[in-house]
């Protein structure tokens, strides 16, 4: 209660927080105040409309609020409670069949559109199409004209009201700069605000010449160091995504989706797809590898598998899988070469999807209807597996010790440090909130006053489905360790777009370990 004193008469007025409000939803006596506590907002009840019908008693401010878009989060569930102008919209996931209901889709921080991105003469990239024209259909898969295609996301200002290690938080957005809001760590980068900042819709993919691109039908590039990812992309006059754009897009989408699990609300992701097989017949100059029929069920055609030690480091699509005997499949790739196979010792293993596999999605959140979820690509604000396939490589944090360090000038400086007195020297500094020295099912989230949007486990004991739902993997090592956003095609439901793996070397290269581009105008 609000106390108001007026002689030897107190007046107390009733309060909650917003998002209590829009859960219980009461209907106020006439002439009765309500209050939110964490919006100072008020509207005044006339006994028989409910709270989320009243009109706050500035009109103004009705107004407004309908461009802040937000949920609120209890620390238990996974799904949260939509607020201001999200109460008013609906979403749910497309598939290839049906583009269904998105309200979000072309408003505020979700008027997004996809572009064509290529360098000019002097390695400065440029947008060569847009979205919608003939020239961005023409060349968007075009491996000659090499253009990269990117999702656009204007700029924004976001809010988080939470406590370092409590689970109850708000998160807010919207293109309007409110008191308490402050810009989107995306779009502010040294000292400069901007309107658009472009993410890969596709992940970095390998373009065949020892290259990256983000086009469709390219495997994701994989098996290089984050400091490898970077010097190609920025031979682009690109840059690598690092926690202040996958922040920015776990905030925004948390609002949209309502739900911390990503995977339960739009799709599991490529997370169930790792499998593998031992040859159990020998063979020479082929391009099969025989194994049980138990393993064979495990694969199937197109999928990219490597068969080692025939054709390590090669990975080739699968053409057809058949019965060889009433035990064993004979699984035959298109390789293009022949080799041997020694029963007991020969393996196959499935690889990372080629991109394209939500081409067909009729929206920008959702799967195609076929295929089995967790073995099939998802698309997430336009992003094809944001989560899950491959492990993105994060630049600008990484973990020394028992010490989080943020680069405060990615774009600028990307070595990483060696030691905690080297991170000073870079320009590194400490990440103020906890974060857990245990890994598990993440429960709650730190919280940086100097980075608000940042969300690191502080606390394990979770469980696959809430109140996040995916895992944190780290360990008690010293050296520096970079930080792996999203999980891959073997983490099964411990991925998701908060699943963070602080458990490798900045140096780390690893056959599931991609990244994620950048573009800014």
Same mark, same amino acid.
């Given at each position: ?8 008469? @107190?007046? $107390? ?6 998002? $209590? *409000? ?10 009765? /105040? ?39 989060? =209890? ?35 979700? =008027? ?40 656009? /996301? ?8 939470? +406590? ?10 919207? +293109? ?31 373009d065949g010449n020892n290259g990256i691109c983000s086009r469709t039908g390219k495997p994701p590039k994989i098996n290089i160091t984050e400091n490898q990812f970077e010097a190609l992309a920025r031979a682009k006059g690109l840059l690598v995504a690092g926690i202040n754009e ?6 925004? &989408? ?39 029929? %138990? $393993? ?19 990975? *080739? ?42 081409? +067909?999605?009729?929206?920008?959140? &959702? ?53 905690? %007195? ?45 109140? @996040? ?53």
């Amino acid at each position: 209660m609000t106390k108001r004193t007026f002689g030897s008469v @107190v007046v $107390q007025h009733k309060t909650g927080t917003a998002a $209590q *409000w829009t859960s219980v939803n009461p209907t106020l006596a006439k002439g009765e /105040f309500g209050i939110e506590i964490d919006t100072n907002l008020i509207k005044v009840g006339d006994g028989v409309t409910t709270w989320k019908n009243l009109s706050y008693i500035n009109s103004r401010i009705d107004s407004e609020k309908a461009t802040i878009f937000g949920s609120s989060f =209890d620390g238990v569930n996974s799904t949260g409670t939509r607020l201001y102008g999200s109460a008013e919209k609906s979403w749910s996931p497309s598939t290839d069949l049906a583009a269904e209901t998105d309200d979000f889709y072309g408003t505020g921080a979700y =008027d997004t559109f996809e572009v064509l991105v290529k360098p000019d003469s002097n390695g400065v990239a440029q947008i060569v199409a847009y979205e919608g024209t003939s020239a961005f259909d023409t060349y968007k898969a075009d491996d000659s004209y090499g253009a990269d295609v990117f999702v656009m /996301f204007p700029k924004s200002y976001i809010r988080r009201i939470a +406590t370092d290690s409590v689970g109850v938080e708000t998160k807010l957005v919207s +293109t309007k700069n409110y008191p308490g809001f402050v810009p989107s760590p995306m779009h502010y980068r040294n000292s400069i605000l901007h309107d658009y900042i472009g993410i890969t819709k596709y992940g970095w993919c390998d373009d065949g010449n020892n290259g990256i691109c983000s086009r469709t039908g390219k495997p994701p590039k994989i098996n290089i160091t984050e400091n490898q990812f970077e010097a190609l992309a920025r031979a682009k006059g690109l840059l690598v995504a690092g926690i202040n754009e996958i922040s920015y897009l776990q905030h925004i &989408g948390s609002i949209k989706y309502n739900s911390l699990n990503w995977q339960t609300a739009v799709g599991r992701g490529i997370a169930d797809l790792y499998a593998s097989g031992t040859a159990t017949v020998s063979e020479t100059g082929v391009s099969r590898i025989i194994v049980s029929n %138990a $393993q064979a069920a495990s694969f199937s055609v197109g999928e990219l598998v490597r068969i080692s030690p025939a054709g390590s480091g090669y990975w *080739w699509p699968i053409a057809s899988i058949a019965a060889y005997d009433t035990s064993n499949m004979a699984i035959t790739v298109t390789s293009g070469v022949t080799f041997n196979t020694t029963s007991g010792s020969t393996t196959i293993e499935t690889f990372c999807v080629k991109s394209g596999g939500t081409d +067909t999605v009729l929206g920008v959140d &959702g799967a195609v209807s076929t295929g089995t979820d967790g073995k099939r690509s998802i698309l997430t604000m336009d992003i094809e597996n944001l989560y899950g396939n491959d492990w993105k490589l994060l630049g600008g944090l990484c973990r020394i010790g028992s010490a989080i360090y943020i680069n405060p000038s990615p774009d600028t400086q990307y070595a990483w440090p060696s030691t905690a %007195a080297d991170a000073a020297t870079k320009g590194w500094v400490q990440y103020g909130g906890t974060y857990s020295a245990s890994e598990g099912y993440i429960k709650t989230f730190g919280y940086d006053k100097n980075y608000p949007g940042i969300l690191l486990p502080t606390t394990v004991g979770g469980d696959s489905d809430k109140p @996040v739902g995916d895992y944190y993997y780290t360990n008690t090592n010293t050296d520096p360790k970079i930080a792996l956003f999203g999980g891959s095609l073997d983490d099964w439901s411990s991925a998701g777009a908060f699943c963070v793996d602080l458990y490798d070397g900045v140096g780390a290269a690893y056959w599931s370990f991609g990244a994620l581009g950048v573009f800014i105008p």
